[in-house]
């Protein structure tokens, strides 16, 4: 009987990469995920769970927000064999407006079984705050 191999973190983290500009973000995570943001600003929530809810707020964001490209990626893996940093740069452009966007992140992602099973964001929560009103009118609409 084979066991079962699986991606390692780091490569869950290429992937992760790739599909937050190609889509498919949700499949990335376990159905059960915890994602905490401490630093969201308002209207974000701090702490969500659950695959389905994560793949119905991507949707939304989808009519919002198209994203293009990473860049400036750095991968730290950990003592821990199931948790890497990753640091990046996510650039896109709001969809309503075509202005461009540019968000830096820092996020500390736990894998098991070649998904997501948590991940703790911390995004630069000035990175979006010329665009809030924008994003918040499109997201509630």
Excluded at 10 to 33: C, I, K, N, Q
Excluded at 46 to 52: A, D, F, H, L, V
Excluded at 108 to 115: E, W
Excluded at 126 to 137: A, D, N, T
Aim: cysteine-free; glycine content about 8%; hydrophobic content about 40%.
């Amino acid at each position: 009987m084979s066991v079962p191999t699986y991606p390692t973190p780091r490569e869950v983290v290429d992937r992760f990469l790739r599909a937050s500009v190609d889509g498919g973000l949700a499949d990335m995570y376990a159905p059960d995920v915890v994602i905490e943001i401490p630093f969201a600003p308002p209207g974000i929530p701090r702490r969500s769970q659950g695959r389905e809810e994560l793949r119905a707020r991507f949707k939304a964001a989808e009519g919002v927000l198209r994203w293009e490209r990473t860049e400036n990626v750095l991968v730290h893996e950990t003592a821990d064999p199931e948790v890497v940093i990753v640091e990046y740069d996510i650039h896109g452009s709001l969809v309503a407006s075509g202005r461009s966007v540019v968000l830096s992140y820092i996020m500390v992602i736990r894998v098991r079984d070649g998904l997501i099973v948590h991940s703790r964001d911390y995004g630069n929560p000035m990175g979006m705050e010329e665009f809030r009103e924008e994003l918040m009118s499109a997201l509630n609409s």
